[in-house]
């Protein structure tokens, strides 16, 4: 079992960075892909990053590429989302998840994730 919990969020200018961490308890972190996902109000929860066991892949929605970064630090247990240029667009309760068995085809869905978090919010004022 792993349990995970989300810190970092905040209000932020439109324009800004923030670092979201994710925590994770337990020994078996390295065995997970983790992903990212946020959920605005009024809307699904939707996909944002996700990254391999490893760390060496990593996959981006459209909406975030090349403004946001996933990493993890298995010595930490901990995968973290950089967000940079934030929009007011990005608000959201953001939260990560673990999944045992990741696939390219399966990472967006919801379903296929494990484990989650409690979720951090953040603002994107204008």
């Known amino acids: 079992q792993v349990q995970l919990r989300e810190s970092g969020g905040g209000l932020v200018q439109a324009g800004g960075s923030l670092r979201l961490s994710c925590a994770a308890a337990?020994?078996?972190?390295?065995?997970?892909?983790m992903g990212w996902f946020r959920q605005a109000p009024g809307k699904e929860r939707e996909f944002v990053a996700a990254?391999?066991?490893?760390?060496?892949?990593?996959y981006y929605a459209d909406s975030v590429k090349g403004r946001f970064i996933i990493s993890r630090d298995n010595a930490k247990n901990t995968v973290y989302l950089e967000m940079n240029s934030l929009k007011p667009e990005d608000t959201a309760v953001y939260y990560c998840?673990?999944?045992?068995?990741?696939?390219?085809?399966?990472?967006?869905?919801?379903?296929?994730?494990?484990?989650w978090g409690q979720g951090t919010q953040l603002t994107v004022s204008s």
């Open positions: 998840a673990a999944n045992f068995a990741m696939t390219i085809a399966t990472m967006t869905r919801t379903d296929s994730y494990d484990y």
């Open positions: 990254i391999t066991r490893s760390g060496v892949n990593t």
């Open positions: 337990g020994r078996t972190f390295s065995r997970y892909a």
